[in-house]
Each structure stands twice: as C-alpha cells, then as structure tokens.
T-cell receptor, first 114, second 111 residues
C-alpha cells in the first residue's frame, strides 16, 4: 500500500520567504509527527498530532514554525521568514492507533535557505 | 549532554565481519527502544525494537540494559548492503510517543 508521502521533495527559499511543507500520512493513521534533521545529525522532534489535535509542539524551534492538520489527515508545516539555520530535511512520520510506537517515515523535504 | 549518545563512526569493516554499536540514554523514564536504519539521503526505517530480554532477527541482535541505560546492536556476517547509518532511538513515559534519536553511527562494509 501507499506509504507516507511528502511534497515538495526539494525546496530552495531565499532568506525571509515563507514556505509550506505538506505531509500525506498513511491512510487511517491517527498519529502524525514532524521531525527536523540537520546534516550529520539524527532527526529531532518538532510536533505531534493525534487526529486533528496538536498534542505536543514543544520541539518547534521558534514562533516562525507552525503546523496544522485541520481534518486529521494531511498536515502542513509552515515556516515564516525563513533563516539559513532552517536549512534541513523535514521528515513526517505517521503511526496507527494499534501500533502507536512504530512510526513510518516519509521521504522528507530537503529545505535549503539561501 | 544529548539524551541519546552514539559513537558517530564511521565503522569501516570487511564483508563477513561482526560489528557492534553501542548507545546510552540519559532519561531513566525511557520506555521503548529501537534501532532504525537510514540509507544515504533516505528516510529512517525501523530495523528492530529492543527488549529487556534481548532479541534477535537473523544476523541482528539487540540488547538493552536498563540499569546501565545502555543499548547495543550486533551485526554478524556483515554484508555490503548493511552499509548505512544506524540510529539508536528511545521514547519515554510522559513523552507521548515522540521518538528521541541519537546522531547515528555510520557503517561501511567493504569487499
């Protein structure tokens, strides 16, 4: 079946631009996570949704970062006024209610801020 | 101090060798433990969960020592296709089910 998909796969933004990154989780998966992976590092947690409810946003690095999942399916991560330090791969993962610990990751969006 | 620490490597080993990776975690409330594999420019994929009793999946053996807050992964008879970055991952009670990753250990298996 279809896995987690993300778009765009690559995004180049000029410093100060706003960007929106999309995640389509596996159909029926209740939980959705966003992670940020800088070069040479492991992924770091940004935020977590259960259905449409954002239950944890403790990892968002600043108020320039905003995530939503209005209908409990597709999610968008928005970054306002991008900075060079935002350059990273943004990974989305989803998990089902029954196996809530196993997270399936999408291919990521590689963001480069010039 | 990072919550999950790993030796970044790289570990360069010949095909057929046995290689071991170690990981320590700092949060004693950690509840679930995993090894993920990440190929270059790809997403992380679950390799195996780690249980207190230790568990094996083919050539891969994972062990957990809760008292020492230490996790290990042993790969026997390594193959060229095992070349990847291995990420040590924990989740903890009260943390929802968000995952905390180590920086990863890079393995290169050579002819």
């Amino acid at each position: 079946g279809a896995g987690v998909s993300q778009s765009p796969r690559y995004k180049v933004a000029k410093r100060g631009q706003d960007v929106a990154l999309r995640c389509d989780p596996i159909s029926g998966h209740v939980s959705l996570f966003w992670y940020q992976q800088a070069l040479g590092q492991g992924p770091e947690f940004l935020t977590y949704f259960q259905n449409e409810a954002q239950l944890d946003k403790s990892g968002l690095p600043s108020d320039r970062f905003f995530a939503e999942r209005p209908e409990g399916s597709v999610s968008t991560l928005k970054i306002q006024r991008t900075q060079q330090e935002d350059s990273a791969v943004y990974l989305c993962a989803s998990s089902s209610r029954d196996s809530w610990d196993e997270q399936f990751f999408g291919p990521g969006t590689r963001l480069t801020v010039l | 101090r990072k919550e999950v620490e790993q030796d970044p490597g790289p570990f360069n080993v010949p095909e057929g060798a046995t290689v071991a990776f170690n990981c320590t975690y700092s949060n004693s409330a950690s509840q679930s433990f995993f090894w993920y594999r990440q190929d270059c420019r790809k997403e992380p994929k679950l390799l195996m969960s780690v249980y207190s009793s230790g568990n094996e999946d083919g050539r891969f053996t994972a062990q957990l020592n809760r008292a020492s807050q230490y996790i290990s992964l042993l790969i026997r008879d390594s193959k060229l296709s095992d070349s990847a970055t291995y990420l040590c991952v924990v989740s903890f009670t009260g943390g929802g089910n968000k995952l905390t990753f180590g920086t990863g250990t890079q393995l290169k298996v050579e002819l």
